[in-house]
Nanobody, 123 residues
């Protein structure tokens, strides 16, 4: 089976930065894209960012453009989300996902999800 493990979450002051990572392991193979979604209490899971297998294309929600950056290292099984100038509205559980498709804004596109990591941004 495939396992995705997120790390890097925690408590941060508004205006601060955090970097999330997600490592994929197990039977996953091929050219899969990876993404970050987030879910705040009482809200549906929301698209944050996605990156293609090669890293040649990235996609961002309007709410995070210019602040968040998604990238993959030479180890393509790992994706990172650099979050800068964090706001209280960014508080949510952040989830990593994988997909072989290209509908990056659609949560149903994704094949696997991690357990999530909590990000809390204090005022």
């Amino acid at each position: 089976q495939v396992q995705l493990v997120e790390s890097g979450g925690g408590l941060v002051q508004a205006g601060g930065s955090l970097r999330l990572s997600c490592a994929a392991s197990g039977s996953i193979a091929g050219s899969y894209s990876m993404c970050w979604f987030r879910q705040a209490p009482g809200k549906e899971r929301e698209f944050v960012a996605a990156i293609t297998w090669s890293g040649g294309a990235t996609y961002y929600a309007e709410s995070v453009k210019g602040r968040f950056f998604i990238y993959r290292s030479n180890n393509v099984n790992t994706v990172f989300l650099q979050m800068n100038r964090l706001k209280p509205g960014d508080t949510a559980v952040y989830y990593c996902g994988t997909t072989y498709g290209s509908r990056y804004f659609d949560t149903q596109t994704y094949d696997y999800w991690g357990q999530g990591t909590q990000i809390t941004v204090a005022s």
